[in-house]
């Protein structure tokens, strides 16, 4: 055959092209997803790898000096890049499939907060926040997909349609003299397992 | 050993010995055949991918956006788009908008050789209800240094406004004088700009609010 190899060329390059749109479309969400979760649990943000199930916030130092704080060899330079001089940030990684967990947060005093969470494919199913809850104190049970019982009273059910969930709060500072104010409400952002 | 004996005889019938990048182009079997064409078809699918993210993007007075991210069920091509626009865990419109520029309103670079205004109409600042601000980022998406160790400019941070009531922010390297209030001080080299609205009001969500452009003075 005289063409041979630019036929087999073509056609290859012709599947590859097609099904690999197909491929960046479906999995692009999911690779930018791993990088964050790359970054909390093997990089962490400054004080070393974020363990799974807990949140790590964002330091006064780094909020306040974003230009002067150099961070540890190996760190996540994902909190210094994207610019934002607004919002003291606190986030984790969960994994549902030892348990739910339970997220506590403070009253805010109508200050603005959220906290989002967001599954692998980079959809946010769920927010707690001035938003959606309003700005008093709260427990919310986070549940995964294969979770089944009884919800705790006084408490409010998120269920996540996976087990990985990625759990991003923003907390608005409103000047650098209120920041010590965000910081210590930020701090109380917080992740247990059930029954503690 | 046995392989390699059904192999020599193939190798010699090649026409050249030469290695490397230009001998695995010019070569032709199968093998090579098919790598090259996974590895230009994935390079086409790439670009696809680019082009088609781009046809989802909004244009308005050169910032761009993009409505519609993050939510559930908004479908698989919405959602890989908004990977490739807003590479990270961005949040739902209701909760947070974004938009970004590096070009002023005749499509110039911006850049610290020149001095920009954005002119904010009275009463034509961002609709919101937590807050928003103007960021200023080096092409890197890095914070700026400058004297005043001013990283934005927000509803949190003191603008003057004019007789008017509108509100004219400052966009240059030198501060401006007479309006060091409104200064987002820029870096000599270009830059980038961000505007963040969080708890966006109805008049951006609809698409009826526009952001100014951004206005080269010098």
């Known amino acids: 055959m005289k063409h041979k190899h630019l036929i087999i060329f073509g056609s290859v390059m012709v599947v590859a092209w097609v099904a690999g749109t197909f491929l960046f479309i479906f999995f692009w969400p999911h690779l930018v997803s791993n990088h964050f979760k790359r970054a909390i649990l093997v990089k962490g943000f400054g004080d070393g790898p974020v363990p799974i199930n807990t949140l790590y916030t964002e330091s006064q130092k780094l909020f306040a000096e974003p230009l002067h704080t150099s961070l540890p060899h190996g760190s996540s330079n994902l909190a210094t890049v994207g610019v934002n001089h607004d919002t003291l940030l606190t986030g984790g990684w969960l994994d549902l499939s030892k348990g739910p967990l339970v997220l506590h947060v403070p009253d805010f005093f109508g200050r603005y907060y959220s906290v989002q969470f967001t599954d692998p494919f980079d959809d946010d199913f769920a927010y707690v926040g001035t938003r959606t809850t309003g700005t008093q104190a709260g427990d919310y049970f986070i549940t995964g997909p294969d979770w089944k019982g009884q919800v705790p009273s006084g408490m409010k059910q998120i269920s996540s349609p996976d087990n990985s969930v990625l759990v991003l709060g923003r907390i608005l500072v409103y000047s650098d003299s209120d920041l010590p104010t965000a910081y210590n409400l930020a701090k109380q952002i917080r992740l247990t397992p059930r029954g503690n | ?218």
């Open chain 2, 1 to 218: 050993m046995m392989e390699q004996n059904t192999v020599q005889p193939h190798r010699s019938q090649e026409p050249t010995r030469s290695s490397g990048l230009l001998a695995f182009l010019w070569r032709r079997n199968i093998v090579s055949d098919v790598v090259q064409g996974i590895i230009v078809g994935g390079v086409l699918a790439f670009i696809t991918f680019q082009i088609i993210a781009q046809t989802y993007v909004t244009k308005v007075n050169g910032w761009t956006t993009m409505l519609g991210c993050g939510q559930p069920g908004a479908g698989i091509l919405m959602r890989g788009v908004c990977g490739d626009i807003f590479p990270g865990p961005i949040n739902v419109p209701q909760e947070a908008m974004y938009w970004h520029t590096n070009k002023d309103d005749a499509g110039q670079t911006l850049s610290g050789h020149h001095d920009y205004i954005m002119h904010f109409p009275a009463g034509q600042l961002p609709p919101n209800d937590a807050f928003w601000s103007l960021t200023m980022g080096d092409t890197k998406n890095r914070f700026v240094p400058n004297p005043i160790n001013r990283y934005s400019v927000s509803d949190r941070s003191g603008l003057l406004p004019n007789a008017d009531g509108a509100v004219d922010i400052y966009i240059q390297n030198a501060a401006p004088a007479g309006h060091e209030f409104n200064w987002l001080p820029a870096p000599s080299g270009n830059f980038i700009l961000r505007l963040r609205v969080y708890l966006p009001g109805s008049a951006i969500l609809d698409g009826k609010y526009k952001v100014p452009p951004v206005v080269e003075t010098r």
